[in-house]
Structures are given as structure tokens and as C-alpha cells.
């Protein structure tokens, strides 16, 4: 055997990419240790790497689903959106897949490409094998920096790998990316090994157009913190080729079953409920009216604009900054985001095609009358859920929680509809609007990219748009005035700030009368010190979330933490929130980062198995192990 990998590396892989239906390895499946530098091929390696960390459905639901979308407040949920962790799902990301698995993997595909072009044993597209490599090797330790923070980047391939603080772990990367798009030869075929790359089918031009977006991506990471580095990187990516279709988005395709390719929302018992967050974003935004947008038999529940819904005060929290707060909106919105309800299915909408019925073993899907009772357990009022829209704000409800049956249950609330849940969608990992978007907010700074911000802006919402199948709304969509609940508009020439304060309708939920009251739009305290709710970066970040609705949480999250944006409510506090101390009943009307979970901690095993690593990645990190604990390009205060 030509010794040419660690034999800590070879096994792990092996396993992986046998299990993902490469055939042509089956032959030294047997015995790894075994295998000849002529049967072990880059693409086995790139192919198993990719695939796995597509994340199968226990992993997926822990971080893609529990961490991520939770924290990016692209759905309801408590656990780390109020400062939770769970030791074991980060073990099984970090250990299993990472250690283990997809970084071992892809370390190995680098591995087996500069040996083989080293020893001249190459094919025309073995270089650009090593490129693919290292592209995705770049991407996968970014996912695990900006979730962790400090990381190794010589390691994974031994024992006790040493770690380098955030700042090290994006230069090196930003590096990667330059230089590996630099090296890739487009001109070149991947045609015939194409089987073996779910995402490109080894278009190398794809591949590169997708190194050069991924380095804006990170390089726009550290606009706050080292901005003449942040605009270098990316002034240099983007006079490169970039990712601007939608047939070059970096998507995986899912299917049934149970390994790494089903489907990241698939488990049945997770509901996807729509956030407040996102609702506060839709409604009013680009003056698209519901009447428009719903079947007919919906349209008698659309109600009056400014309409905010039932004032049930005693049953809902107003221990938020959810503009929200202690009403129940009986019906849908006057106007809202074209998206809106196709990325979230309308309560009691069983007729509709994409309508979710999880879980299959009760009717809670369907299930929309609900009630609100007393202390004594007594009925005060049912309420109807179906064609309504309403999203509750995380945290701790108390008493309130306690008596209303319906704030948070499963068939009331707008969820993911059965093309998110059933494994037959791409989980996308990079699309175009995000080079848009990229290009928009780099223009607002001052930096040199080749469109205005004004076009990359109206193209990012193109694509989504389109990707949503609502193009035909874009130019009414895109000259819109209307602020949105949190004060925002679409239209890019309208920046004006909303008025201080605005009326609203509603009706006493107990005693059925109307009435009248003045709400605020809510104060973003960590978007210039709350002032400003309708720049132009306010426009691109707003406009980003909601694109980036349902694939790509993480983004969304780093966003936040990166700048503040878009406004995310904080949890409820009608009992104080253990894991969140400095949030309590004397501030929650205002936004603090101590207030939004920052990071992962690592597993505990790091410290038994790699004591000096850990206390290395606790020096850079600059404070203690905890979720709380910013990272090095995100705010700090």
C-alpha cells in the first residue's frame, strides 16, 4: 500500500462515503486500509463531505432546525433564542459531524489531490478537484466558526489540534477562497465524474462563481470589525465572476428516507411555526393586499388596514417589545408580503396542497378552536384560529401562558407548508439574491462593486421573488411607501422615517367593544442607538431575512449579530428567563445583545480530550464558554 493518508483519516471517510451510494468504492469498502493511491479518488472524498453535511435528520433537527432557525428567529421557539444550550446535539455537530465526518472528509479530498499532482498520477481535472476541495473546506470551517467561534484550521486530521482565534480562522479563509478561485481553470470538463458533486455536477465555472460570493460573504462578516479589511476582500471578489442566476444557486437535493440527504425539516414533531419576527416584517411591507393574494372563500377574514385584533391583555404577554403585544389578530392581515403565505400555510387552510399535517399521529394540524380559561380552569372565550395570522413572541408567559390554550399551539399558528417538510425541495445553501444583497450593502458603504445599490437591491428581491413565483407583484412590490410594523419600507428612494406614532383599531376581546389606541414602532436599540428604522441598510438586511426564509437561518443569525438587524423582539419576561439575566421586567422595551444568544459552547468532551485547544480557544474568544459571549466580528454592546 502507498502510504499517502494518515490511517486516522482514511476510516472515517470511507464509512461516510460508503454509506452515500458511491459504488465505485465498494470494491475497498471491505478493507480501507487497503486501499491504492489509484483507487482512491478526490471526488469519493468531495462527494461524501457535501452529502453529509447536508446534515441528516438527527443532526439536522438539533442544529438546522433547534439552533439555527430558532436563534435566527426564522420560527417560534425557546431553547437557545432564550440562552439554552444542549451539550449533546453540539457533541453529535461538533464530534460526529465534524471531527468525524465532513471536515475529515474534505481535508482528506485536499490531501489526495496534492499527492496525486505531486506524483504526476492526475487527470485534466484533478486540479480542479483540489480547488473544489478547498472551496468547500473554506465553507464548512466557516459554518463552524461562526457557531463556535475560535477553531482549529491545520487540524482535524490528528490529536489535540491546536486552535486560532476568529480573526485568523477569516483571514485564512479569505485567503482560501482567493486562491483557489484564482486556480481554477473553468475550461476544464468535470462532465464525467459530474455524479459525484450534488450541488454543480462539477461545473467548475459554477464552483468558482460560488468562491467568489462565498468571499463576500465572509468579508462583508467583518464590516464592523475590521472594515478596511472587509472592503478590500470584497472590492477584489467582486470584479470576479459571481453568483447571479438562479441555475448557479449551491443547492443540495433532498429526498425520502433517512440518511443525509432527507430533508433538514422533515421530523415530524418539530411544528415550524412562524416568529414574530417575521411577522412583524411581512405585514404592511411592499402594500400587496391580502384580498389579492388569498382564495376567495378567505377573503371575508382579511381585515381593515391598521386593524390590530383582540385585545385578550390577560391571556397574551405584553412583557415584550413585539409591537404585537397582548392582542390576537382574528383574521389576516390587510396587506402583506407576496411571500408571506407561501412560505407559511394559513391555520385551518387544509384544502391547500401544501398544507401540513404533522404529525400524522394526532389532529393537532387541523385543529384550530382553542380556548382561554381562568384560574380555575374555566372557559373565558374560544377563539378560532382558522384564517387568521398571528405569531407569538418567544420567552416565559407566566400565569398568561398557563390559561390561554391556544398562543403557541400547533394547528393556530402559520407553519412551513409540505414542500419544506416532505424531503422533495433543495436545501439551499447559497442563491443569488445573496450576492445581491451583498453587492447592495457594500454600495451603501461607500465601496467599489459593479452595480448601484439601488439595482443590486431591486435584483436581490427579483430573485426571491421569483424563487417564490410571485414576479408578476415585483414593480408594485418594489415602489411601495407602506412601512411594516417595524417601521420599514420597500421602496428604495423612500427613506423617510415613519411617524412616531400611528393609531390602530381593535376590539376588547372580553367585552366585544371597539376601541381606538396610538402604538410606537419598536425602538432597535442596537441599530444606531434605535434611531433609524428606515435606511437603506435597514431596506437590504429587512429584504435579505425574509429571502433568506427557510434555508439558510444561520445567515440570518449572523446578520444580527453582525449588525442588529432586522429588529428581533425580545423574549417574553412575565417570569424572569433563567439563562438570560440581564433581560428583565424594568428594560424589555429595549434591545440589548445580552439579550440574543451569540454563539455555541463547545462540547464538553473538548476540555477532557483537548485541554490545551480548549484553553487556547478560550483566550481568543475574549470571555467565558457561554452563549452570551460575542464573537470577534460581532457587536458587543
Known sequence: MKAFLKRAIIPAAVLMLSATACSDFDEINADPYLATESQVQVEYFINGSIIGSQQDPHIAERIFVLYWKTAGHQQFGGGISTGGYNDGWSSDYYGSGYLGGWLNSIYAAVQVAEKQIKDGNIKPYTNNLLQVSRIWRAYLLSELT???????????????????????????????????????????????????????????????????????????RLSEVDPAKAKSEFEAAAAKPLLTGADETFQIAEKPGWDALTGVMTREWNSFLMSSTINNLYQGLGGIKSASLVKADQVPFVKPQNYIGLKLSDHFTTMTNDPSAGYWLDGLPYSIDPRAYKTYIIPGDISNSDFNAYPSWDNTAKTTERTLVNAAGATVKTLDAKNTWNAPSNGDWGTKGSKNNIWSFNGAIPRHGQQFRNSSSKRIFFASWETYFLLAEAAVRGWSVPMSGQAAYEAGIDASLAYWGVSNLGAQYKASTDYNKVGTSVSWTHTAEPPASYAVTYVDGYTNTPGTTTKTYPKNDLYKAGAVKNDLLTKIITQKFIAQTPWLPLEAWSDHRRLGLPFFENPAVENPLVNLPALNSSNYMTSNVKFFPQRLKYPSSLPASNAKGYQQALGFLGGEDATLTPLWWAKKQ
Not at 486562491?179 to 481553470?185: E, G, L, V
Not at 475550461?187 to 463576500?216: E, T
Open 146 to 220: 461562526d457557531n463556535f467561534g475560535p477553531i482549529p484550521i491545520n487540524g482535524f486530521q490528528g490529536s489535540n489540534p491546536e486552535f486560532s482565534d476568529v480573526k485568523t480562522v477569516y483571514y485564512y479563509l479569505l485567503e482560501e477562497l482567493k486562491d483557489a478561485s484564482t486556480k481554477m481553470d473553468v475550461s476544464v470538463s468535470g462532465s464525467s465524474i459530474s455524479k459525484y458533486d450534488q450541488a454543480y455536477g462539477f461545473n467548475f465555472a459554477k464552483w468558482q462563481k460560488y468562491a467568489n460570493s462565498m468571499r463576500l460573504r465572509l468579508a462583508m
